[in-house]
């Protein structure tokens, strides 16, 4: 059984032929072969010892044809031949999945949608997304085991953010669902513990001191 992060990811997952990259042990692919709502799926993983399991447990389902996994970085592990239409990326960095989507952008060329899961630094996506001609179809949110996690859900097109939108989201910071206003008080909490520290150092860091009360206002006012 999958987790209820990657559950929620799979529930925006919509062409038939997938490519899952960081797929670890290919759950996500496993799940959504089983619920029969792909024909195809490429596990792509980089490190040997979850490729193997990924592997071994495709064989075991009996997917081994419907599955592929691959041992590649990034999206080296697709070719335009695949005609992939979905490609998900989850439970990374925002840094290295906007890595892996400029270092394989040749791979974009069939414009598959693109579901993304940052664990931190959501803006970094956001930004590569606009820069690649993505836009932002979607953008949900979930808690599990004590983290709140972003999913950020793309297609092909033109869009302009603002820099309220990069850095707090397009969607969420119009919905603002119960967990991203949760996220934010934390983000608030974060930002004042911060401050006791900078307001207790010897030297006085009237710079850091402002930017800090300067982001805490504007979480502040997001969050209204
Ligand atoms: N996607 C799964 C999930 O969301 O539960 C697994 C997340 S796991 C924390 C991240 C996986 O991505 C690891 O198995 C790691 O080896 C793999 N990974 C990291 N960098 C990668 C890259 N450049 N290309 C492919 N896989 C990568």
């Known amino acids: ?3 209820k992060r990657l559950e929620l990811v799979a529930t925006y997952v919509k062409g038939r032929r997938l490519a899952d990259i960081g797929s670890d042990h290919a759950y996500l692919p496993l799940y959504l072969v089983k619920n029969k ?3 195809f799926a490429i596990a792509g993983e980089i490190v040997e010892g979850p490729y193997k399991i990924s592997q071994k447990n495709v064989a075991q389902e009996g997917f081994s044809k419907i599955i592929e996994c691959r041992k590649a970085a ?3 592990a697709i070719s335009l031949d695949d005609n992939i239409e979905v490609i998900t990326i989850c439970g990374m960095g925002g840094k290295l999945i906007a890595e892996i989507l400029e270092n394989g952008k040749e791979k974009l060329k069939n414009k598959p949608s693109l579901i993304l899961q940052p664990n931190v630094g959501e803006n970094f996506v956001r930004i590569k997304l606009q820069e690649l001609g993505y836009k932002i179809d979607a953008e949900d949110i979930i808690e599990e085991d004590g983290h709140i996690y972003e999913i950020i ?8 953010l603002t820099e309220d939108e990069i850095n707090f989201g397009k969607f969420l910071t119009k919905e603002k669902p119960e967990l991203y206003i949760k996220k934010q008080n934390l983000e608030l909490e974060k930002i004042n513990y911060i401050l006791a520290q ?4 010897k030297n006085t860091q009237l710079e850091k001191i402002k930017v800090q009360k300067e982001k805490y206002k504007k979480i502040e006012a997001l969050i209204q």
């Open 74 to 76: 990034g999206l080296d």
């Open 37 to 39: 709502r792909i024909d």
């Open 153 to 160: 859900v793309a297609s092909f097109g033109k869009m302009n």
């Open 1 to 3: 059984m999958i987790n």
């Open 198 to 201: 900078l307001k207790k150092s």
